[in-house]
């Protein structure tokens, strides 16, 4: 069993910049694929990032391609967002995902994940 710990969400003005954390407990969090989405109330989930096992390799979402960089420390057990030149538009809860089956380039389109965490609030001032 893994649990997951997102933190770092909070009211920043457009332009700032947050770091989001996700530090999992139970099992070593380099066995997965780890993968950030968003979801705003009302919305369907939105894929944010995705990263593989080593963090060799990374995903993007168009709408966060050049501003957010996904990063993980597998020592630390732990996956970082780190969200540049925020706007409005990033405002939701975050959450961060753990999957064993899941590829990297195919985190976007695929529910097959293992373990979610609560989420952490990010709220972009205008």
């Known amino acids: 069993q893994v649990q997951l710990v997102e933190s770092g969400g909070r009211l920043e003005q457009a332009g700032g910049s947050l770091r989001l954390s996700c530090t999992a407990s139970?099992?070593?969090?380099?066995?997965?694929?780890m993968t950030w989405f968003r979801q705003v109330p009302g919305k369907e989930r939105e894929f944010v990032a995705s990263?593989?096992?080593?963090?060799?390799?990374?995903y993007y979402a168009d709408s966060v391609k050049g501003r957010f960089t996904i990063s993980r420390e597998n020592a630390k057990n732990t996956v970082y967002l780190q969200m540049n030149s925020l706007k409005p538009e990033d405002t939701a809860v975050y959450y961060c995902?753990?999957?064993?089956?899941?590829?990297?380039?195919?985190?976007?389109?695929?529910?097959?994940?293992?373990?979610w965490g609560r989420g952490t609030q990010v709220t972009v001032s205008s």
């Open positions: 139970g099992r070593t969090l380099s066995m997965y694929v």
């Open positions: 995902a753990a999957s064993s089956v899941v590829a990297a380039f195919a985190a976007a389109s695929s529910d097959r994940y293992n373990y």
């Open positions: 990263i593989n096992r080593s963090g060799g390799s990374t």
